[in-house]
């Protein structure tokens, strides 16, 4: 089974750039995520997506990030302007919609690091 | 306000002994505990799950312990292998579709365990 793919693996821009990243979740996950990584501390959700609705962006910052999942497979996650503080691993994961153990098991892809300088 | 902490930002031991990574948490509507593993350039790996109606939990080597008064929760891997050495990160969240706290992923900053041969 092919795992959580995700490109450009890494970034650099300047700030006030754009940048947008893109995520294949595993065949048939219906959930997919996208999370922040800021050196040094833990994945952060920004915004998850049940097929191609939005469940939860509530720690999206909404004025500069946006993300889409058309089609309710692949998604792009865009940073416009970006700024300094926007450095940081942005990681997608899915999960099945079957249970295990009550709880829907979240597969990570390798992540994309951005620097923007 | 950081709901899951991750106190020891580094363990270091040697090889065939026991690793104890350790976990505090604040929000008592938490169900379900995971612990994730990371290695560098990676996306971090699902390890090892315990919801609350349970104190143990065991795969293998590892084993995780939850006492739910004390709102802390501690991963246990025995004999600890070089191949262990990696970032772990706890993770918290609510019981998916339930009420209570939210389903997301809360996670804490994470350990870097160095098994040493």
């Known amino acids: 089974e092919a795992g959580v793919a995700q490109s450009p693996r890494y970034k650099i821009i300047e700030k006030r750039q754009s940048v947008a990243f893109w995520c294949n979740p595993i065949?048939?996950?219906?959930?997919l995520y996208w999370y922040q990584q800021i050196l040094g501390q833990g994945p952060k959700l920004l915004i998850q997506?049940?097929?191609?609705?939005?469940?939860?962006d509530s720690q999206l910052p909404k004025d500069r990030f946006s993300a889409e999942r058309l089609k309710g497979v692949d998604s792009t996650l865009k940073i416009q302007p970006a700024k300094l503080e926007d450095s940081a691993v942005y990681l997608c994961?899915?999960?099945?919609?079957?249970?295990?153990?009550?709880?829907?098991?979240?597969?990570f892809g390798p992540g994309t690091r951005l620097t923007v300088t | 306000d950081q709901q899951v902490k991750q106190n020891s930002p580094s363990l270091s031991v040697q090889e065939g002994r026991i690793s104890i990574l350790n976990c505090d948490y604040t929000?008592?509507?938490?169900?379900?505990f995971l612990w994730y593993k990371k290695y560098p350039a990676e996306g971090p790996t699902f390890l090892i799950s315990?919801?609350?109606?349970?104190d143990k939990n065991e795969d293998g080597r590892f084993t995780v312990f939850l006492n739910k008064s004390a709102k802390h929760l501690s991963l246990h891997i025995v004999p600890s292998q070089p191949g262990d050495s990696a970032v772990y990160f706890c993770?918290?969240?609510?019981?998916?579709?339930?009420?209570?706290?939210?389903?997301?992923?809360?996670f804490g900053t994470g350990t870097l365990l160095a098994v040493q041969p």
């Open positions: 994961a899915s999960s099945s919609p079957k249970l295990r153990e009550g709880w829907n098991e979240q597969y």
């Open positions: 065949s048939g996950h219906a959930t």
């Open positions: 997506f049940q097929n191609n609705g939005v469940v939860d």
């Open positions: 929000n008592s509507m938490f169900d379900y």
């Open positions: 315990i919801s609350s109606i349970k």
């Open positions: 993770a918290a969240s609510g019981t998916p579709g339930g009420g209570g706290a939210t389903n997301k992923l809360i």
